[in-house]
């Protein structure tokens, strides 16, 4: 059974911090390239960050570059998502990704709120 248990969120104040964790279960976390999204209320769901299966390449988007560090443990099968100097534009919830394209799997997480508020 393919498990994606993100937790982690939480209230922060503005130019806070939070680290976001993702533990996976039920595949072989090393074979997928994993993803952080984040969607507001209202908003559409928006790719925050993605780290390569061996942990190599990474990609933030340009919103969150220089703030956001993702990483992986995959002996652990955990992703991580470090984010720090949070902004009131951050809040939403963020949710976990891991896709494999070459075998066409994409598991998603439930997702866990962060709210950035004073």
């Known amino acids: 059974q393919v498990q994606l248990v993100e937790s982690g969120g939480g209230l922060v104040q503005p130019g806070g911090s939070l680290r976001l964790s993702c533990a996976a279960s039920?595949?072989?976390?090393?074979?997928?390239?994993m993803y952080w999204y984040r969607q507001a209320p209202g908003k559409e769901r928006e790719l925050v960050a993605a780290i390569s299966s061996l942990g190599g390449p990474t990609y933030y988007a340009d919103s969150v570059k220089g703030r956001f560090t993702i990483s992986r443990d995959n002996a652990k099968n955990t992703v991580y998502l470090q984010m720090i100097s949070l902004k009131t534009e951050d809040p939403a919830v963020y949710y976990c990704n891991a896709r494999n394209l070459g075998r066409g799997y994409n598991y998603w997480g439930q997702g866990t709120q962060v709210t950035v508020s004073s």
């Open positions: 039920g595949f072989t976390f090393s074979d997928y390239t």
